[in-house]
Structures are given as structure tokens and as C-alpha cells.
């Protein structure tokens, strides 16, 4: 039984996020995209590298302890550091360890990041991109899989989408909904990738690729990384920008498997959401935009269930109903979001989520009298998720 | 059967090899708790129903349902060449351990959720069959 914790409430903030290019950068290593973010993000706070004695980051997955290599490639001894593994989950949740890492005394100024070159990786030679992958294939299980011809994360997700729509009557018209929603996002955010609008015609007019999802259900490949800066909310108030407080944090991991039980139905994000509610002493009724780990459409429709946003089941109304827009219910991916800004791994959407409330925006993005977010990560094969709630100082 | 076999092989776990092995005698091995009669798959040393340690190897029925499937409309493996659409399923085992697997034997707009199913053996290589499933 988890007691829920509250002492850890507005006690640390946000005080600087960045990204690097974001799109097709080639020539350019993930250390090297990261260190872009990182740089951008202390300068967002106005504090340097000198100023970090915390680490968390990830990279990718093949590299070995990737917080040692981004810590001899920036200078840095930390008094805390690591990398995660619990893949898209890592980035939400590296911004709760930092909270708890400097909670329990063990660093005070905390950088969190991931890099990726994932488009130039897939777009190398002809075997990655036909497998659509940029991590080498014994990364990958060697049964159980392969011999079915299954492959890709866009199967997996798949079957949670087809048992949704088998048990909830939910359509591919309102997973289209939530593509039209974050393109229409991205036509604000002059750093998105995707450029040109996307209608609903559009939507349902792109090839299959695994069915039920089409090549607009998919997330982008992305070279790009993302970075923000954790330190106590007290040391914030010195700082350049407004901090943006973390009022409560929470993970959850089905880790007995996607296949196990209703899990492809009912998310880690009930239990992330959960603990990270009680933290920050607000409910989902409290909430006022989401940033939702959006790997492919239907996981952003499941988790809107799943926080609470609306009922189980009825999700798919929810998102056709116009809630993901600026003005909407629920106003979701406001920078565009995996699908339709860059692919990061839910690193973007912890920087949206704090640049919302660091309030920097224009009419056209700015969430109305934002004053407490959501953001969700979202990975590990589908099973792994962790929940931020932000909140202005 | 043919040794020109152009998908991939899958590459047994030792924890495994008692499934494969019954595959090849077009028996459909799954693990069985001896103290509280829970099935599970894939292998492990451990019965994920209760925590017991007291399990052991069973055959299957190998009658079931679709839990969920999807179909591929994309090659990400040449040894698919000419094989798409297909569809991946789980199975639901009526012993109620759940397996990947393909859905063979009907169109693939056929394939639904809940739909009964039981396993059929391809032979892939001298070495290798594979439980797949077909319509009931
Ligand atoms: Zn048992």
C-alpha cells in the first residue's frame, strides 16, 4: 500500500528547459545534439555547466552508461548522476529522481536530458530502414518476435489500439483527431518539423503501415535532444526566468507485460497519475493543458482515459470533440507534439510543459491562464510511465 | 520444408528450449503452476500467478482466442517479401496463458478480436516448427 507522499510539493522547480535543432541534423552525434540542449537550457536559467553537480540522462540505448560519456564530454564531476532505462518513461521520470536526488541531500542543481539521432540513424543504410529502427536488432528479443514477423514498436501499440477499438467502439476517425489537433499545434511552433496542414481527408488517405495505424499515427524520426535544469524552488527565485514549481511526480510500470491482463487498455498512467495527484494535491479537474507522450495517436487517446481526463472508454469522443485544441477542454501537445513537432522521447514535452507556465508565449500557443500542467512519459515496450505536475511559482 | 528459410530463426533462451522442442513434435508447451494451476507464458523459473517455484511443462490445447491482433502492410524483413498483409496476433489460450503468434488460413480483414482460433504447426526447416493459428 503506497502511503502518499506531499512533503516533497513546490519544494523544487524548473528553472531553465532547451532543445537543440530539431529534425534532420546529420553530421551530428546524440552527445553532441544533447550538449546543444543542455547549453541552451543553462542559459535559459542563466547558470553554466559549473554550476551542475547532478547528471540524468539518456541516450541511446546501446551506449554504455551514457551519463559518464556526457560527463567527460561537458566537464563534469557530479555528486549524482546516471542513466535511465525505462525507455520513453526516462525523461519524465529523470526530472523526479533529480527532485528526489537533491531532496536526499545528495545534489543541489540537477541537469536532465536525452539525445537522439534517430533520423540519421534510420535513414543510414538500407537494413535500418527497412526495419524503421536505429537500435541494432540484438537489442531486440531473439524469440517470440521475429519469426512472426513482428517488428517495431508500432505493433505493439497496434494491438492496444485494435482491443480499444474492439472493446469502446473507438475509430480511426478520432485517432485522427489527435493528428489534426497536434498538426494544427505545430503550424504555431516555427521549430516543428512538420510544416503543412493536415486535414482529416488527409489523415484517413495515408498508407497503412500496420493496421490499424497508418503512416499518420506514427511519430516523426527525429535527430534532436532536450534538456531543463532542476534545483530547489528556493535557489529559483534568484534565478532569469520565472521557476516553474514541481508539485507532484509519479510512475507506474506494467511490467508484467503489455500482453498481461487489460494493460493494453488500462496504462501504467492510472497508477503514475495516481501518486502523482496525491503529491501535488490537485486532480485532473485541477489540470490545465497536457503534454502526452504521443508515440503513436492512440496512446495519447488511452492516456487522456487514464489521468482522468474522461471516462474509461470514452476517450475517442473526448479527442473528436475539439478538447486537444488551445481553446479545447483539454488543451494537449501544444508544441505539436512527437507526431508533428520532433521525437524525443518525451523530453519536448517536459519542455513545453515548463515553457507554458515560464509563460513566454504568444496568443497563438499560450495556454489561457496556465497555471498547472500535465506531463506524461510514456515507453519501455509499452509498459512504463511516468507523470509530472507543474506548477507556476 | 525447405533450408532456404528466409525469415529469422528465433534464437532459444535456455529457459525456453522445452517449448521449441515440443513445437517440433506440433506440441504446444506452456508452463503450469503445480500449487495454484496457473498457465503462463513465455518461460520463466517462477510461477507469475502465486510466486511458487513448484511448476512445470504442460501441452497446451492449443485452442484459444485472438486477444488482439494487428496487420502489417509494411515489409520490415525481406523474408516477408511477398507475404503482406499478414497478421500478429496474441493468443489467448483457453488455458489462459496469452502467446505471439500469426493469424493464418483467412483474409486478413477476416481477423477479429475474441475470435476462436486453434494452433497448427509449420513445418519452417528441418529444425524449426512454429505454432501458428488458424480460424476455428
Ligand atoms: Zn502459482
Given at each position: 500500500m503506497i502511503e502518499p507522499s506531499t512533503h516533497l510539493r513546490d519544494k523544487y522547480a524548473l528553472v531553465g528547459a532547451g532543445h537543440s535543432r530539431l529534425g534532420k541534423v546529420p553530421g551530428v552525434s546524440a552527445q553532441g545534439l544533447l550538449e546543444e540542449a543542455m547549453l541552451n537550457a543553462l542559459d535559459d536559467a542563466g547558470l553554466t555547466t559549473q554550476d551542475v553537480d547532478g547528471l540524468i540522462c539518456r541516450g541511446p540505448?546501446?551506449?554504455?552508461?551514457f551519463h559518464q560519456v556526457m560527463g567527460e564530454r561537458l566537464g563534469i564531476d557530479a555528486s549524482f548522476s546516471t542513466t535511465l532505462t525505462n525507455g520513453g518513461a526516462s525523461q519524465v521520470m529523470g526530472v523526479a529522481l533529480a527532485a528526489m536526488a537533491i531532496d536526499a541531500g545528495m545534489a543541489s542543481c540537477v541537469l536532465v536530458g536525452y539525445g537522439r539521432d534517430n533520423w540519421s540513424r534510420v535513414h543510414a543504410n538500407k537494413e535500418n530502414h527497412m526495419r524503421g529502427s536505429g537500435r541494432p536488432q540484438q537489442m531486440y528479443g531473439m524469440e517470440f518476435g521475429p519469426e512472426f514477423g513482428y517488428y517495431g514498436a508500432i505493433a505493439a501499440h497496434g494491438f492496444g489500439a485494435q482491443r480499444h477499438m474492439h472493446d469502446y467502439g473507438t475509430t480511426r476517425e478520432q485517432f485522427g483527431a489527435i493528428s489534426v489537433a497536434f498538426r494544427n499545434h505545430a503550424l504555431n511552433n516555427p521549430d516543428a518539423v512538420m510544416k503543412k496542414p493536415l486535414t482529416m481527408g488527409d489523415y484517413l488517405g495515408g498508407r497503412m503501415i500496420v493496421e490499424p495505424f497508418s503512416l499518420f499515427d506514427c511519430s516523426l524520426q527525429t535527430d534532436a535532444a532536450g534538456a531543463v535544469v532542476v534545483t530547489s524552488a528556493e535557489r529559483a527565485k534568484d534565478l532569469r526566468q520565472k521557476p516553474v514549481l514541481i508539485k507532484g511526480f509519479g510512475t507506474g510500470n506494467n511490467i508484467s507485460g503489455w500482453f498481461n491482463g487489460n494493460n493494453m487498455t488500462h496504462t501504467g498512467a492510472i497508477q503514475s497519475g495516481k501518486t502523482a495527484y496525491a503529491m501535488a494535491g490537485v486532480?485532473?479537474?485541477?489540470?490545465?493543458?497536457a503534454q502526452i507522450y504521443d508515440c503513436f495517436t492512440y496512446m495519447v487517446l488511452v492516456q487522456l482515459e487514464d489521468y482522468g481526463f474522461c471516462k474509461k472508454g470514452e476517450g475517442g469522443e473526448f479527442v473528436a470533440s475539439g478538447a486537444l485544441a488551445l481553446d479545447g477542454a483539454m488543451p494537449t501537445n501544444t508544441s505539436g507534439g512527437q507526431l508533428s513537432e520532433a521525437h524525443v522521447e518525451g523530453m519536448l514535452q517536459v519542455v513545453e510543459g515548463v515553457r507554458q507556465l515560464q509563460g513566454i508565449y504568444g496568443p497563438e500557443r499560450q495556454v489561457p491562464k496556465a497555471e498547472i500542467g500535465l506531463v506524461s512519459g510514456h515507453g519501455g515496450n509499452t509498459v512504463c510511465e511516468s507523470t509530472l505536475i507543474l506548477g507556476a511559482a | 520444408m525447405s533450408d532456404d528459410y528466409a525469415k529469422a530463426i528465433p534464437v532459444p533462451g535456455p529457459e525456453s528450449l522445452p517449448f521449441w522442442e515440443g513445437a517440433k513434435n506440433h506440441q504446444l508447451m506452456i508452463q503450469k503452476c503445480s500449487d495454484c494451476e496457473h498457465h503462463w507464458f513465455p518461460?520463466?523459473?517462477?510461477?507469475?500467478?502465486?510466486?511458487?517455484?513448484n511448476i512445470e511443462w504442460v501441452a497446451s490445447s492449443g485452442k484459444g482466442t485472438v486477444f488482439s491482433f494487428v496487420v502489417f502492410h509494411r515489409l520490415y524483413h525481406k523474408g516477408w517479401d511477398g507475404a503482406i498483409p499478414y497478421a500478429v496476433a496474441v493468443i489467448e489460450l483457453e488455458e489462459g496463458a496469452r502467446m505471439l503468434s500469426n493469424v493464418i488460413g483467412v483474409p486478413v480483414d477476416e481477423v477479429k478480436c475474441d475470435m476462436p482460433v486453434e494452433v497448427i504447426f509449420e513445418d519452417a526447416t528441418s529444425d524449426l516448427s512454429l505454432p501458428k493459428f488458424k480460424p476455428v
Open positions: 540505448d546501446e551506449i554504455y552508461t486532480g485532473p479537474e485541477d489540470i490545465d493543458y | 518461460p520463466s523459473t517462477v510461477c507469475t500467478g502465486c510466486g511458487s517455484r
